[in-house]
T-cell receptor, first 112, second 112 residues
Framework: SQQGEEDPQALSIQEGENATMNCSYKTSINNLQWYRQNSGRGLVHLILIRSNEREKHSGRLRVTLDTSKKSSSLLITASRAADTASYFCATVNAGNNRKLIWGLGTSLAVNP | NAGVTQTPKFQVLKTGQSMTLQCAQDMNHEYMSWYRQDPGMGLRLIHYSVGAGITDQGEVPNGYNVSRSTTEDFPLRLLSAAPSQTSVYFC???????????FGSGTRLTVV
């Protein structure tokens, strides 16, 4: 079952602009992860944020987590054409069940 | 370090045929999973394994079998292919299941 819901479903921006995508979830989590999928390829793990963290950075990526609102955002700064991809959030629920629960993804197009 | 290797990359089957999708990882990961990805449906978990000799069903297990005789290999068997199994299949592995997953490049399966 899908827990994460990404917003927006699709986003089109110009190179150099920032891209923000959001993810909402329904249950208590251990952590939330963001993945990127280029067209026709497998998913690549980008960043993980634990439930006790509020913000995390990795290069041009900034992830925030608001557990009170059960939501997360992924910000890509100074976007490049190579950032064109689909971005998925996935959550690991609190407790012993370690299965990832996936959202449906945001499709990002960065125009040169 | 090859990561997660999936074979074949493409396959066309006739309805009723059986086949095995291969997945191997060389990272000594305990957790391995099989997903299918369909347009508008996101990633759906078929089967997963938390270690050699241990497997369990995901959300869409019907028509598929798995086994995990070694830590490295986690093959997915289609018992009697149906057109509804036309999809892209991904294998993924994780050290402990709670952290990031490494994905294979996928198998695009068409059942006619």
């Amino acid at each position: 079952s899908q827990q994460g819901e990404e917003d927006p479903q699709a986003l089109s921006i110009q190179e150099g602009e920032n891209a923000t995508m959001n993810c909402s979830y329904k249950t208590s989590i251990n952590n939330l992860q963001w993945y990127r999928q280029n067209s026709g390829r497998g998913l690549v793990h980008l960043i993980l944020i634990r439930s006790n963290e509020r913000e995390k950075h990795s290069g041009r990526l900034r992830v925030t987590l608001d557990t009170s609102k059960k939501s997360s955002s992924l910000l890509i700064t100074a976007s490049r054409a190579a950032d064109t991809a689909s971005y998925f959030c996935a959550t690991v629920n609190a407790g012993n069940n370690r299965k990832l629960i996936w959202g449906l993804g945001t499709s990002l197009a960065v125009n040169p | 370090n090859a990561g997660v290797t999936q074979t074949p990359k493409f396959q066309v089957l006739k309805t009723g045929q059986s086949m095995t999708l291969q997945c191997a990882q060389d990272m000594n990961h305990e957790y391995m999973s099989w997903y299918r990805q369909d347009p508008g449906m996101g990633l759906r978990l078929i089967h997963y394994s938390v270690g050699a000799g241990i497997t369990d069903q995901g959300e869409v297990p019907n028509g598929y079998n798995v086994s995990r005789s070694t830590t490295e290999d986690f093959p997915l068997r289609l018992l009697s292919a149906a057109p509804s199994q036309t999809s892209v299949y991904f294998c993924a592995s994780s050290l402990q299941g709670i952290y990031g997953y490494t994905f294979g490049s996928g198998t695009r399966l068409t059942v006619v």
